[in-house]
Nanobody
């Protein structure tokens, strides 16, 4: 499996921006679809965004569409999540995940086999 390490979380005021990074190692990064998910206390893990192997296809949750952008740099083995116009309801632990078993890019967290440890994002009002 690929190993994933997230970074870039922190505390930001509403309306602000953060960029999360997820560095991969251990396997050929370009063989993996990559996803970002988030989880708040008492809530189920939810899909945020995903990107295909080569970066040609992206998808977003409706709640973040137009505000968040997922991208990847296969030369750097890294996937990014640029988060703009942050809202207090975006507060959560954000996880990146990798999948190399599905032809289509999954939105269901159960279809991802490798996970990072998560990074906390807190948006104050």
């Amino acid at each position: 499996q690929v190993q994933l390490v997230e970074s870039g979380g922190g505390l930001v005021q509403a309306g602000g921006s953060l960029r999360l990074s997820c560095a991969a190692s251990g396997r050929t990064f370009s063989n993996y679809h990559m996803g970002w998910f988030r989880q708040s206390p008492g809530k189920e893990r939810e899909f945020v965004a995903a990107i295909s192997w080569k970066g040609g296809s992206t998808s977003y949750a409706d709640s973040v569409k137009g505000r968040f952008t997922i991208s990847r740099d296969n030369a750097k083995n890294t996937v990014y999540l640029q988060m703009n116009s942050l809202k207090p309801e975006d507060t959560a632990v954000y996880y990146c995940a990798a999948d190399n078993l599905n032809s289509a890019v999954p939105k269901n967290w159960r279809q991802y086999g490798s996970w990072g440890q998560g990074t906390q994002v807190t948006v104050s009002s």
